[in-house]
């Protein structure tokens, strides 16, 4: 049985880069999951307690508050590594 050829040309390979590991803020998962926290929080006094002096001048304006910040935590939740 015949030898196979063997490769002449080495095998690529890329030049290597210096890799940085990316890394958050430490601020940045406290904040977003106290947001996250926050948010539903108000929506639920809200739906517990309508009556409190500040969340009753609010009314339905409450749910634009806490949805805005479960949606600031999500936002914030795309920038952690």
């Known amino acids: 049985m015949p030898k196979s050829k ?3 040309k080495a095998v690529y390979t890329p030049p290597q880069k210096a890799q940085t590991v990316k ?6 998962a ?8 926050v948010g539903i ?7 517990i307690v309508p009556d409190l002096p ?8 409450n749910l634009l508050v806490g949805f805005g ?11 952690w590594r």
């Not at 890394?23 to 940045?28: A, D, I, K, Q």
């Not at 929080?41 to 739906?47: G, T």
């Not at 600031?72 to 920038?79: D, F, P």
């Open 23 to 28: 890394v958050s803020p430490r601020w940045l």
């Open 54 to 61: 500040g969340i009753a001048s609010l009314g339905n304006g």
């Open 6 to 8: 063997t490769r002449k």
């Open 41 to 47: 929080v108000w929506i639920a006094v809200y739906y």
């Open 30 to 37: 406290p904040l977003m999951v106290a947001c996250w926290i």
């Open 69 to 79: 910040l479960i949606i600031v935590g999500v936002v914030l939740s795309t920038k």
